[in-house]
Protein backbone atom coordinates (compact mmCIF):
# COMPACT_ATOMS: atom_id res chain seq x y z
CA UNK A 1 0.00 0.00 0.00
CA UNK A 2 1.39 3.44 -1.16
CA UNK A 3 1.79 5.74 1.72
CA UNK A 4 -0.15 9.27 1.29
CA UNK A 5 2.12 12.41 0.78
CA UNK A 6 1.48 15.32 2.93
CA UNK A 7 0.87 18.64 2.28
CA UNK A 8 4.33 19.98 2.38
CA UNK A 9 5.83 16.91 0.40
CA UNK A 10 3.29 17.17 -2.49
CA UNK A 11 3.99 21.32 -2.80
CA UNK A 12 8.23 20.39 -2.91
CA UNK A 13 7.91 17.51 -5.27
CA UNK A 14 4.21 17.49 -6.82
CA UNK A 15 5.62 18.03 -10.34
CA UNK A 16 7.42 15.55 -12.06
CA UNK A 17 9.67 15.75 -14.58
CA UNK A 18 10.85 13.02 -17.06
CA UNK A 19 13.83 13.91 -19.57
CA UNK A 20 16.09 11.28 -21.45
CA UNK A 21 17.81 8.23 -19.91
CA UNK A 22 18.60 7.75 -16.46
CA UNK A 23 19.06 10.33 -13.61
CA UNK A 24 16.12 12.77 -13.21
CA UNK A 25 16.09 15.60 -11.51
CA UNK A 26 14.45 15.68 -7.93
CA UNK A 27 12.99 19.37 -8.28
CA UNK A 28 11.39 20.35 -11.52
CA UNK A 29 13.63 22.19 -13.58
CA UNK A 30 12.87 26.06 -14.69
CA UNK A 31 12.16 26.17 -18.03
CA UNK A 32 13.72 29.77 -19.34
CA UNK A 33 12.98 30.10 -22.40
CA UNK A 34 10.22 32.17 -24.90
CA UNK A 35 9.58 29.93 -27.80
CA UNK A 36 9.76 25.65 -28.19
CA UNK A 37 11.40 23.74 -31.42
CA UNK A 38 8.76 22.67 -34.28
CA UNK A 39 9.57 19.94 -36.75
CA UNK A 40 7.24 22.29 -39.40
CA UNK A 41 5.25 25.33 -39.42
CA UNK A 42 1.97 22.67 -39.59
CA UNK A 43 3.07 21.48 -36.37
CA UNK A 44 3.71 25.01 -34.40
CA UNK A 45 0.13 25.96 -35.80
CA UNK A 46 -1.49 23.27 -34.29
CA UNK A 47 0.30 23.37 -31.07
CA UNK A 48 -0.33 27.13 -31.07
CA UNK A 49 -3.96 26.91 -32.29
CA UNK A 50 -4.96 24.65 -29.61
CA UNK A 51 -5.62 21.44 -31.77
CA UNK A 52 -2.80 19.66 -30.20
CA UNK A 53 -1.31 19.59 -26.68
CA UNK A 54 2.10 21.33 -26.39
CA UNK A 55 4.01 24.36 -25.60
CA UNK A 56 4.65 27.26 -28.06
CA UNK A 57 5.36 30.70 -26.50
CA UNK A 58 5.93 30.46 -22.83
CA UNK A 59 3.80 33.86 -22.25
CA UNK A 60 0.63 31.94 -23.25
CA UNK A 61 2.14 28.48 -20.96
CA UNK A 62 5.36 26.56 -20.59
CA UNK A 63 6.11 23.45 -18.37
CA UNK A 64 7.15 25.65 -15.54
CA UNK A 65 3.75 26.99 -14.90
CA UNK A 66 1.87 24.17 -16.40
CA UNK A 67 3.75 21.98 -13.61
CA UNK A 68 2.74 25.22 -11.14
CA UNK A 69 -0.76 24.61 -11.93
CA UNK A 70 -0.77 20.96 -11.73
CA UNK A 71 0.60 21.16 -8.10
CA UNK A 72 -1.61 24.41 -7.29
CA UNK A 73 -4.53 22.33 -8.09
CA UNK A 74 -3.30 19.17 -6.01
CA UNK A 75 -2.86 21.20 -2.99
CA UNK A 76 -6.20 22.68 -3.24
CA UNK A 77 -8.16 19.74 -4.22
CA UNK A 78 -9.50 20.98 -7.52
CA UNK A 79 -9.48 19.94 -11.04
CA UNK A 80 -7.58 22.67 -11.86
CA UNK A 81 -5.49 25.72 -11.82
CA UNK A 82 -5.19 29.14 -12.71
CA UNK A 83 -2.41 31.69 -12.40
CA UNK A 84 -2.15 35.41 -12.80
CA UNK A 85 0.82 37.81 -12.79
CA UNK A 86 -0.64 40.44 -10.83
CA UNK A 87 -3.89 40.74 -8.32
CA UNK A 88 -5.43 43.03 -10.48
CA UNK A 89 -5.34 40.54 -13.63
CA UNK A 90 -6.70 37.26 -11.31
CA UNK A 91 -10.10 40.07 -10.33
CA UNK A 92 -10.21 40.86 -13.87
CA UNK A 93 -10.36 37.54 -15.30
CA UNK A 94 -12.94 36.62 -12.25
CA UNK A 95 -15.19 39.61 -12.91
CA UNK A 96 -15.61 38.85 -17.03
CA UNK A 97 -15.76 35.09 -16.28
CA UNK A 98 -19.30 35.36 -14.45
CA UNK A 99 -20.29 39.43 -16.08
CA UNK A 100 -20.64 40.57 -19.70
CA UNK A 101 -21.76 43.88 -21.89
CA UNK A 102 -25.03 44.98 -20.48
CA UNK A 103 -24.45 43.10 -16.94
CA UNK A 104 -23.93 45.06 -13.43
CA UNK A 105 -21.92 44.42 -10.33
CA UNK A 106 -22.68 45.33 -7.43
CA UNK A 107 -19.60 46.07 -5.28
CA UNK A 108 -18.01 47.17 -1.60
CA UNK A 109 -17.49 50.51 -1.61
CA UNK A 110 -14.55 49.24 0.39
CA UNK A 111 -12.40 47.98 -3.04
CA UNK A 112 -8.83 47.68 -3.62
CA UNK A 113 -7.74 50.44 -5.75
CA UNK A 114 -6.90 48.74 -8.94
CA UNK A 115 -10.12 47.20 -8.83
CA UNK A 116 -11.91 50.71 -8.28
CA UNK A 117 -10.53 51.52 -11.66
CA UNK A 118 -11.22 48.37 -13.12
CA UNK A 119 -15.18 48.88 -12.66
CA UNK A 120 -15.47 52.93 -12.85
CA UNK A 121 -12.95 53.44 -16.18
CA UNK A 122 -12.52 49.58 -17.73
CA UNK A 123 -15.11 47.84 -17.50
CA UNK A 124 -17.46 50.72 -18.51
CA UNK A 125 -16.36 50.90 -22.10
CA UNK A 126 -17.32 47.32 -22.33
CA UNK A 127 -20.37 47.70 -21.45
CA UNK A 128 -20.01 46.62 -18.25
CA UNK A 129 -22.01 49.11 -15.38
CA UNK A 130 -21.35 48.78 -11.45
CA UNK A 131 -22.85 50.20 -7.89
CA UNK A 132 -20.60 50.92 -4.87
CA UNK A 133 -23.08 49.71 -1.91
CA UNK A 134 -21.97 50.49 1.82
CA UNK A 135 -21.43 47.45 3.24
CA UNK A 136 -21.35 48.69 6.91
CA UNK A 137 -20.65 46.88 10.12
CA UNK A 138 -24.54 46.18 9.96
CA UNK A 139 -24.89 44.74 6.59
CA UNK A 140 -21.69 42.26 6.89
CA UNK A 141 -22.90 41.44 10.28
CA UNK A 142 -26.49 40.77 8.60
CA UNK A 143 -24.67 38.51 6.15
CA UNK A 144 -23.16 36.07 8.64
CA UNK A 145 -25.98 36.34 10.79
CA UNK A 146 -24.37 37.10 13.88
CA UNK A 147 -22.95 33.71 14.20
CA UNK A 148 -20.75 33.53 11.45
CA UNK A 149 -22.67 31.46 8.99
CA UNK A 150 -24.23 32.97 5.94
CA UNK A 151 -28.52 33.35 5.80
CA UNK A 152 -30.53 32.18 2.81
CA UNK A 153 -30.37 34.11 0.38
CA UNK A 154 -27.62 36.44 1.65
CA UNK A 155 -24.14 36.90 1.25
CA UNK A 156 -21.97 37.99 -1.83
CA UNK A 157 -22.37 40.47 -4.28
CA UNK A 158 -24.21 40.32 -7.00
CA UNK A 159 -24.23 40.47 -10.69
CA UNK A 160 -27.55 41.34 -12.79
CA UNK A 161 -27.56 39.53 -15.72
CA UNK A 162 -29.70 42.08 -18.15
CA UNK A 163 -29.67 39.95 -21.32
CA UNK A 164 -30.99 37.07 -19.32
CA UNK A 165 -34.50 38.93 -18.01
CA UNK A 166 -32.89 40.66 -14.82
CA UNK A 167 -31.42 36.92 -13.06
CA UNK A 168 -29.28 37.53 -10.62
CA UNK A 169 -25.91 35.63 -9.57
CA UNK A 170 -25.56 35.11 -6.49
CA UNK A 171 -21.11 34.71 -5.11
CA UNK A 172 -21.13 34.09 -1.95
CA UNK A 173 -18.79 35.88 0.62
CA UNK A 174 -15.78 33.89 1.13
CA UNK A 175 -15.50 32.10 4.37
CA UNK A 176 -19.14 31.72 4.77
CA UNK A 177 -21.29 28.27 3.43
CA UNK A 178 -23.39 29.70 1.28
CA UNK A 179 -26.93 28.02 0.72
Known amino acids: MEQQRGFATR ?26 AFASAEEQAEVGGGREAGFAYSRVNNPTTDAFHRVLADLEGGAAALSFASGIAA ?9 GAGEHIVATQQVYGGTYNLLSRTLPRF ?4 TFADLGRDVLQSWHGGAGSARA ?3 GA ?3 RAASGGQHIRHPVPGTSAR
Request: cysteine-free.
Open 153 to 155: GRG
Open 127 to 130: GITH
Open 158 to 160: YAR
Open 11 to 36: AIHGARFHGPGKGQPIVFPLFQTASF
Open 91 to 99: IHAAMVAVV
